[in-house]
């Protein structure tokens, strides 16, 4: 068990390496980290994200709540 937890903290710091020596500078020198569908797929996700939030502030049921009432 203890071999698998220092396996997996070996792994997340090597993850922690790659991105600091690729995605760090990379960001820096002011390119994008996502290709442009990975863009479109972000902004997607932050639409539906501020859509919800606004229904649930106005108290309206989500559409899987809704869904699932009719049947």
Request: glycine residues 8%.
């Amino acid at each position: 068990m203890v071999a698998l937890i220092i396996g997996m903290l070996i792994c997340v710091g090597l993850a922690l390496v790659v991105v600091a020596l690729v995605a760090v500078p990379a960001r820096r020198d002011g390119r994008d980290l996502l290709t442009p569908k990975g863009e479109e797929v972000v902004s997607a996700l932050k639409d539906r994200q501020q859509a919800a939030r606004q229904r649930l502030e106005r108290g309206e049921p989500d559409e899987a709540d809704s869904s699932a009432s009719v049947s």
